[in-house]
Each structure stands twice: as C-alpha cells, then as structure tokens.
C-alpha cells in the first residue's frame, strides 16, 4: 500500500461543474495536508493546506480532512478551463517529512 | 518575497559525465527538499536538510548523487557519473521548517542525458 493515495485520472469533468479530488493516506500521526497544482512542464504550486478535520475554503476552493478515515479532499466549484492540471496531494508527517501522492490529472471541457 | 531560485532551468549531458545543481531557498527558510520527479510520477524525496544538517537521505542514490547546504543556506545536488535513467525534472523547494509550514518551489532543472 502506498502512503498517500490518489487516483491517477484523468478526470474529465465539464466546465461549470464541481471537481472533486480525493487523496488517503496510511500514517495516523499524520499532521498536515497539502494540495498542490502542476501545469504541464512547471513546478508545483501551493493551492491549499489543511491541519484540522473539517472544510477550509479559499475562492473556489474547498478542501476537507478526516483524519478518522484517513482522507482528504479538494473540491473546485465553477470548474474553468485554467483547472486543467495535475494536482498533487502531499502529507507531512510528524517527522518533518513530505510525503506525496502520484498526482490526478483533471481536464475541463469546455 | 522571492522566490525559490534554481539554476540552470535546462541540461543536457551524455551518460557518465557529471551535473551540477543549483538551489537558494527562500530567505529565511529552515527546511531545504531536493526532489526529482518523473514524467508522470509525483515528486520523489532525494534529500531534506534542516538548516545544514540532513533529515532524510534514505532516497538518494548515494554511489553517484550527493548534495550539500553551504552555511544552511544555498544549496547544490551533483550527479556523477550520470545514468540515462537520470533523467528527469529535479525540484527544489524550502519551507520555513516544522510540522504546519508549507513547502514553496523553484522552476526545477530539466536534465537530459543522452
């Protein structure tokens, strides 16, 4: 099993619509939670972090966390065409450690 | 604020010769990641540092990559001699350091070998 788990995609969902992207992760003393956006050929790019069960929103964005079931998630409200990305779950461990999830790639139709 | 510096953004060498990588971390930044990402793939840890000294090196291939944090601050990760299975993005990234601090990235390297 890995440590943090996500579906690789792609994901297709149509513009407009909400995405939803979902990430598990194996480590109970597990005490951040990142998302991060990969366009094509760049970098990663912080879009949210979480460190407490619940939904945190920011814009468009919501990500939610329970740590009961090991999972967190990140949902896009009024999906646009400029979402289309690789996005990447990352969860640090009370090492200091980043561990990160393979990445799911969303397209957004127009 | 700038951001994570990394030089050069490209390199294209041919199989056993060595690379050099560059990386200054955002001023101020305790925690220094080195991580080398495959098409495809999500990043891989090579190396975490904690002011000069290594937290995590448990993935680095070290017969032929090793890095150093001159004085905590910048950064350099050298490959010698390279594989063609080097080839890669190799990323780094700082944050301010402990358990809630986020992680912030330069442009990466694409290497190349050939």
């Known amino acids: 099993q890995k440590e943090v788990e996500q579906n690789s995609g792609p994901l297709s969902v149509p513009e407009g619509a909400i995405a939803s992207l979902n990430c598990t992760y194996s480590?109970?003393?597990?005490?951040?939670f990142f998302w991060y956006r990969q366009y094509s050929g760049k970098s990663p790019e912080l879009i949210m972090s979480i460190y407490s069960n619940g939904d945190k929103e920011d814009g468009r964005f919501t990500a939610q966390l329970n740590k009961a079931s090991q999972y967190v998630s990140l949902l896009i409200r009024d999906s646009q065409p400029s979402d289309s990305a690789t996005y990447l779950c990352?969860?640090?461990?009370?090492?200091?450690?980043?561990?990160w999830g393979a990445g799911t790639k969303l397209i957004i139709k127009p | 604020e700038a951001g994570v510096a990394q030089s050069p953004r490209y390199k294209i060498i041919e199989k056993r010769q060595s690379v050099a990588f560059w990386c200054n971390p955002i001023s101020g930044h305790a925690t220094l990641y080195w991580y080398q990402q495959i098409l495809g793939q999500g990043p891989k840890l090579l190396i975490q540092?904690?002011?000069?000294?290594?937290?995590?090196d448990s993935q680095l291939p070290k017969d032929r990559f090793s890095a150093e944090r001159l004085k905590g601050v910048d950064s350099t990760l050298k490959i010698q001699p390279a594989k063609l299975e080097d080839s890669a993005v190799y990323l780094c990234a700082s944050s301010r350091g402990g358990l809630f601090t986020e992680a912030f990235f330069g442009q990466g390297t694409r290497l190349t070998v050939v």
């Open positions: 540092f904690q002011n000069n000294g290594v937290v995590d």
């Open positions: 990352a969860v640090g461990r009370s090492n200091y450690q980043l561990i």
């Open positions: 480590d109970r003393g597990s005490q951040s």
